[in-house]
């Protein structure tokens, strides 16, 4: 939960043969900002990282692209003390405590400390708000890094006392360099084929590139084929709470929208793939089925609705079933949105305006002497023209030429003309 460390890039297995146990990672961090690899236009952007004396930082990045390799660099190089803490298993009390030993440290040597913050964007408001005091007076150098963005996960009144500094995802050349000094720090030979399928097939993360590399070196006669198999199986990524999650599903929903079903399916698996929970998809189709297929095929929203129910009571992975057939459907299905424009519509005219009286002859007790309420059903047609508002209203529900909702539009029309 809380981590004091003293050497920076020593772990407990740092001596004879433990050292083998500890990750191939671990074992070959930089100790120089040269060593860091695939990132030199951060030092050309912010030069007062190459400083002893630096702001406050939120390193913003995807996974393995270095941020926590970072913070070790900046604490290393400007001879601070250096102090971990976890935003997901740590609470304030213990973040407190962490607090305290750097102003201890302070008192005593008079040197300044660095508190590291893993997953910042975790930490609820009250975290946050308890490193403010400290933040403003500079009593440690606070670095927090996130895979989230943290203009929108960070506390704003946090956030305007740190400064961002984004990593953006290594490229594969730059993954097939941190692979080849790995080997060389380790006087190790490997297929420098097999290093370029590595580094091809990692998306951009030097963790799961490095653990795949050492997970490779254990193969008995590794061709390209086994190390391919072996770091895509690795390096899929989705993230359930994270930026990735919102973005595929996201992709999902425009899929669908889109009437293009083998997009929709694709992002289907790539969420089941993730561990996504398929009811959390279930409702988002349910929400699709309204908002954009609507009226165009009233059917939708009934398939969708059953398509959730189905999905709570069966589970995966049989669940992957039900969620094809309903994703593909929607996605092929003609789309309207009117029902949707209709009720934003609606929703923004109310508010722009004052209480909306109801009519005298629509109120459950119309009251006495006001013109009676003309029951549609006893008309041709089952109705009647008469004024269900007080005051003309806007045309809030246009329904489109769409699938189902092309003969609503003409049965409206044909009634406006009557």
């Known amino acids: 939960m809380v981590k004091k460390q003293t050497s920076l890039f020593d772990t407990d297995l740092s001596e004879g043969e433990n050292e083998a146990h500890s990750p191939l990672a671990n074992r070959i961090r930089p100790e120089e900002f040269s060593e860091f690899i695939g990132h030199s236009e951060i030092f050309q952007k912010y030069p007062y990282l190459r400083e002893q004396n630096f702001p406050s930082l939120i390193l913003f990045g995807p996974s393995g692209t270095g941020k926590t390799t970072l913070a070790r660099l900046l604490a290393k190089l400007s001879k601070k003390e250096f102090h971990t803490f976890n935003a997901v298993l740590g609470g304030v009390a213990d973040l407190k405590k962490i607090i305290s030993e750097a102003e201890d440290y302070k008192n005593l040597t008079g040197k300044y400390s660095i508190i590291f913050i893993d997953e910042i964007h975790r930490f609820n408001k009250a975290q946050q708000d ?15 890094a996130t895979t989230e963005n943290p203009r929108v996960s960070v506390n704003k009144a946090l956030l305007s006392r740190m400064h961002i500094i984004e990593l953006k995802i290594l490229s594969a050349e730059s993954i097939e360099t941190i692979l080849n000094n790995a080997l060389k720090k380790t006087s190790t030979e490997f297929n420098p084929e097999f290093v370029k399928t590595i580094s091809s097939y990692a998306g951009g993360d030097a963790r799961v590139a490095l653990n795949s590399l050492e997970a490779a070196l254990t193969l008995h006669n590794p061709t390209n084929e086994s190390v391919k198999t072996l770091i895509i199986e690795n390096a899929r990524a989705f993230d359930r709470g994270g930026n990735r999650h919102y973005d595929v599903i996201s992709a999902f929903i425009k899929s669908m929208r889109g009437s293009d079903p083998q997009a929709a399916v ?46 709570s009571q069966i589970g995966m992975p049989e669940a992957r079933i039900i969620l094809a057939q309903g994703v593909t459907y929607l996605a092929s299905t003609f789309k309207s949105n009117a029902a949707y424009k209709a009720i934003n519509e ?64 003409q049965r409206l029309d044909a009634l406006k003309n009557k």
């Not at 308890?130 to 927090?144: M, R, S």
């Not at 003309?374 to 047609?381: A, F, Q, V």
């Open 130 to 144: 308890a490193l403010l005091p400290y933040i403003e007076v500079g009593a440690f150098t606070l670095i927090g």
């Open 266 to 311: 694709l992002w289907l698996a790539v969420m089941i793939d993730g561990g996504e929970d398929p009811v959390f998809i279930a409702r988002r189709m349910v929400i699709f089925a309204s908002e954009d297929v609507g009226n165009a095929d009233p059917t939708a929203l009934g398939l969708a609705m059953n398509c959730l129910q189905a999905v």
């Open 346 to 409: 609606a929703l923004a005219y109310v508010q722009e305006n004052e209480t909306i009286d109801t009519p005298d002859h629509l109120k459950n007790y119309p009251p006495p002497g006001s013109k009676p309420y003309l029951y549609p059903h006893d008309y041709p047609h089952h109705h009647v023209r008469q004024d269900y508002t007080r005051n003309e209203i806007p045309e809030f529900y246009r329904p489109t030429v769409e699938g189902r909702e092309v003969g609503i539009k």
